[in-house]
Structure formats: C-alpha cells, structure tokens
C-alpha cells in the first residue's frame, strides 16, 4: 500500500477574495509527528503561524470542487482518491474572516409603487475594486444599472433601525454590527423620486 507524505492546499481567504489564492505543499510528517486527518494539518497550519490564531474557528475545508470535507476526514483516503495530491486537485481552506455579501433593500418614498425589493450584493467583484464604504456600494448601483442616473442625487441610505447611514460608512463594521448580513435584516436604500428640482415637481409637493 502506498503512503502519501505530502498534501497540497489553497489558502481561500474572504479577505482576500479579490487576489489570488495562495498554494502550498505541506509535508505530512512533521518533527516525528504524522498528519493523519484534516483536523491534524489545520492544527500543524496554526501552530506554524501560517493563519492567525484568531481565525481558527472561521476555517473550514473543501475539496477542489467546492464541496465541504468533514474535519475528521482522513488524509490517506483523500490522496487515495486523487484529492490534494497535485496542485489542480489542491484542497482549498476556506477562511471566513468577514461575510461575503451584504443584503439591501430598495424603498420608494412615494406611494403606488411595489412592495421593497432586497437584493444581495458581493463584496468583492472580479471586474472590479472590492467594496469596502457605503459610496462603493451607492456607485456600484448605479454603475451596474440598477437605478435610473436621475436618481442619484434622491437616495439616502438607512440602517435596519432607520438610522441615516452615511456614505463613508465603513461595510465591514456595518456588517459586523449586524446591519445589512443578512435577507431579514437589510440596510435600507432610500430612494425620494418626488422632489426633483423642477418648478414643476415644487408645486405638486406644495
């Protein structure tokens, strides 16, 4: 029977989700100690400094296809089965360090129009810079369409409680008050289309 003495991985850091995944060979036999299961490498990855200790419990595996492995799961019978034996079928160690998307709903000021729409919005984009303010979001929105240019000078942004939320507004710490992460509690785009500054619209709003 063969043994495998070594594993290839991926680090996936959410982070980092705009760069490239970094790739490494681990030896499985370190300082007379044999790595026999995923929970063994991820411990051996920690205790070199590899990933900071203070993501440990947001780290997880999956194959190179996606799907995710059981911590117990034995390395033996994983580089039997041709998993993390090369670097194409590298296994990836996904490091959740902050939350991939953020939810956000659409809410028209004026009457007669359709219940709020909420829509999920990632983070980081492979055409483009990673979202990071509440301005990257507002101009990705309209940079993609979602809303009509005329109104952008009429949104204002809302947080789950109805605090003004404002554009310079740092997402991660928005998401990490619980603002926006999730469908049921979603930051709120204010959109007031009624008053556009025409002589027009001042007298039907008067």
């Known amino acids: 029977m063969t043994t495998h003495n070594e594993l290839w991985l991926t680090y996936h850091q959410a982070s980092r989700c705009n760069k490239p995944a970094t790739t490494q060979l681990v030896e499985l036999e370190f300082q007379n100690e044999k790595l026999t299961d995923l929970e063994d490498v991820l411990e051996h990855l920690f205790r070199q400094g590899f990933v900071e200790a203070q993501h440990r419990s947001l780290s997880y595996w999956e194959n190179h296809n996606g799907q995710r492995l059981n911590p117990g799961h034995v390395l033996e019978e994983l580089l039997t089965e041709g998993e993390g034996k090369c670097p194409q ?12 998307h ?10 007669g129009v359709s219940p709020a729409v909420t829509q999920r919005v990632k983070l980081c984009h492979a055409q483009e810079a990673k979202l990071e303010i509440i301005a990257h979001l507002t101009n990705h929105i309209f940079r993609n369409g979602y809303l009509p ?3 952008r000078s009429v949104v204002t942004w809302q947080g789950t409680c109805g605090r003004k939320v404002e554009e310079h507004e740092n997402l991660d710490a928005l998401l990490t008050a619980g603002e926006g992460l999730t469908e049921t509690s979603p930051l709120r785009l204010i959109i007031d289309p009624v008053c556009t500054h025409t002589k027009t619209c001042h007298a039907t709003c008067h």
């Open 102 to 111: 953020l939810w956000f709903t659409y809410v028209y000021t004026h009457k």
């Open 89 to 100: 079928s590298a296994l990836r160690l996904i490091i959740a360090d902050c939350p991939p």
């Open 149 to 151: 240019a005329r109104y």
